[in-house]
């Protein structure tokens, strides 16, 4: 019997008997464990490239209740090349103005205008359960065309065991036991990852020593669709901070950072929970507008994550490898690039077109990832939860400061915004050989979108290694080593694209990884130094 | 660019004088909350990150040989 583990929001992937239940183990390229938002991007990407994958979760659908809500521009743009995205966007809740409280007092708003000329926002916000939905709608879609992705749902993986040239999984249902193989496990399967329990891998980090009370409230309110957030909100004695974010379905997310030393079950008491919305709501609008509290929670943050992200055939992408506090999105978000990154590479590896070692930059470039969001989310959370009194005297200072100067409206954090980092300096890119090129277009970054004839750039990297040529015309190169290289010429840049790809150069060429970070780029066309770079970004030697 | 460490200001008494007055009637906690505001802004003012991780280096290193009573 398969014990829930939480409630689900819907039923998508019912259990349902499978003939891997009567045979001999089967082997499976790839076996992803939870079909959450990373597994069900690891799956739809690995599909879509051709190479079979099976994806077991303990569940039948998301799990309900509070999870992320925001998700940001790169992952609508790994949406994108999946198919996903366009239901993200329409169903989603699109924000600019965050407005920061000190007291009663507005000290500053903000305007996050999207930057033009790309494809989608800087974020949306959107709960959990849409974004699994949607992902799971195109999975459907790509199986009705014989796209090799299964999802089994109520199948729980109770044991694997690396044999070194695959993986023996046992697998229980509903219907009893059974076994399978696999050349590769990929375990997201969130921060209390069973898999990462199983095979007694630490996952070690910080605690933050503060409790948050989520409210999710459906209202019909004339609030502006903004972020706020207070500091020492007036309208809440000892609660230090409190956040009111807009989500679809008139579902008003509150957040009231409660503190160390609390009672729990007195917090969660919801007649007290609407004491504190009621507080909330009537010194913003007069009187307390009908709602009614959707989910409500108390949890606690920590930051952590594991060693390596790699352990022989079994890796860990998401929650289960790094978990984050959630100021600043970086949990399903850098997830979901765990996902981008993996992606191709297993795909690569399956195929015999790249060396097994192309997998361990799977760990170092994703652990580099996930340190650079934990210091990132650290460095909200300390100073939303100051950690000693000099720590809150300079907070309070800042607060103070940022009424009247613009610079101390710099300092104040209460999360900085997802981006994807930079693999600056990692073994599978090359130098940079495009003098005074931009800086976000370096070797290792993440392509940014910019127009071009008939839609965005992004549009054209679809997900093989991808020549941007720019300002001139190139040889058409189709495969190097076996690797399908797309060619894109583009004569005319826009503007967008000048600014973000040539600098003050007249010509640029640019070699793209499948999952769209710069190998390498140069002023000229040259065959050769293309292929050594693919060479490179594959982990074979250049010849 | 290096810290400076070497005599800069043209006025130093008169300047001494100005920092001890801004802290007259203030209580211990606020004279804490000016001075945490005053670094601030000249943190702000210097920008330099090397010029400033010079100068909290150079302070920890001074502190620690306080005169006993």
């Known amino acids: 019997m398969i014990e829930d583990r939480y409630s689900t929001a819907s039923t998508l992937y019912p259990y349902c008997r499978v003939s891997d239940q009567d045979a001999e183990p089967r082997r499976h390229p790839v076996v992803i464990v939870g079909a959450g938002p990373v597994g069900l991007a690891l799956a739809l990407d690995l599909g879509q490239r051709g190479t079979p994958t099976l994806v077991l979760d303990d569940h039948e659908g998301p799990g309900a209740g509070s999870k992320a809500i925001c998700f940001a521009k790169r992952t609508l743009d790994i949406a994108h090349r999946l ?13 600019n103005v965050g407005r920061v409280f000190y007291g009663g007092e507005q000290l500053f708003e903000f305007n996050l205008l999207p930057e033009s000329g790309h494809r989608h926002p800087a974020f949306i916000n959107l709960q959990q359960p849409y974004f699994e939905q949607y992902l799971i709608e195109c999975i459907r879609v790509e199986q009705s065309k014989g796209t090799p992705i299964e999802i089994r749902g109520r199948n729980q993986v109770t044991a694997l065991t690396d044999k070194g040239d695959f993986v023996a999984l046992e697998v229980d249902t509903p219907e009893g036991t059974y076994k399978i193989e696999a050349e590769f ?18 996952f070690d980090g910080r605690v933050f020593e503060d409790n948050f009370l989520i409210a999710d409230v459906r209202m019909e309110a004339e609030l502006p669709t903004e972020r706020w957030f207070w500091f020492h909100p007036t309208f809440a004695p000892n609660v230090q901070s409190t956040l009111l974010h807009k989500q679809p379905d008139d ?62 055939r079994i890796f860990f992408a998401g929650d289960s490898a790094h978990q984050v506090s959630p100021f600043g999105a970086r949990g399903a978000n850098s997830g979901v690039q765990d996902a981008e990154n993996l992606a191709w590479k297993l795909d690569l590896v399956l195929k015999g077109l790249a060396p097994s070692a192309l997998l361990d930059s799977y760990s170092s470039e994703r652990t580099f990832g996930a340190d650079e969001n934990i210091l990132n989310s650290s460095r ?85 290694f991808t020549v941007l040529a720019i300002g001139f015309d190139c040889s058409k190169l189709k495969l190097i080593d076996g690797v399908a290289v797309d060619v894109l010429c583009i004569h005319k840049p826009s503007e967008y694209l000048q600014e973000r790809y040539l600098g003050g150069g007249k010509s640029a060429v640019y070699l793209i990884r499948p999952d769209q970070h710069v190998v390498g780029r140069w002023p000229e066309f040259s065959e050769d130094k293309i292929r050594a770079a693919l060479l490179t970004a594959l982990g074979k030697e250049p010849i | 660019m290096s810290l400076i460490l070497t005599p800069n200001i043209p006025d130093t008494d008169g300047l001494y004088q100005e920092l001890v007055e801004a802290h007259d009637g203030l209580s211990a ?29 150079v302070v920890r290193k001074s502190s620690g040989g306080n005169v006993q009573n």
């Open chain 1, 83 to 95: 198919g996903a995205a366009k239901k993200m966007v329409e169903k989603g809740v699109v924000w």
């Open chain 1, 185 to 202: 496990v990929v375990a997201c399967d969130g921060a209390r990852s069973p898999t990462r329990d199983m095979m007694g891998l630490s």
């Open chain 1, 251 to 312: 579902i008003w997310r509150i957040d009231f950072q409660l503190g160390w030393d609390i009672d729990r079950d007195k917090e969660l008491d919801p007649s007290r929970i609407c004491s504190r919305v009621d507080a909330l709501l009537s010194s913003q609008t007069g009187d307390v507008p009908d709602y009614e509290l959707h989910w409500t929670s108390i949890y606690t943050f920590q930051c952590r994550r594991m060693q390596e992200f790699r352990k022989g």
């Open chain 1, 380 to 464: 909200a959370t300390d100073f939303m939860t100051p950690k000693s009194k000099a720590a809150t005297i300079f907070r309070d200072a800042a607060l103070d400061l940022a009424r009247d100067h613009a610079f101390a409206r710099t300092i104040i954090n209460s999360g900085r915004l997802s981006v994807p980092c930079v693999y600056d300096g990692h073994a599978h890119f090359v130098q940079d050989a495009l003098t005074n090129g931009p800086e976000v277009t370096r070797p290792g970054a993440p392509c940014p979108d910019a127009p071009v004839e008939g839609g965005f750039l992004l549009d054209n990297l679809k997900g093989n």
């Open chain 2, 29 to 57: 906690e606020e004279s804490e909350a000016f001075n945490a505001r005053l670094i601030l802004t000249l943190a702000n003012h210097i920008g330099d990150r090397d010029v400033l991780r010079q100068a909290i280096e």
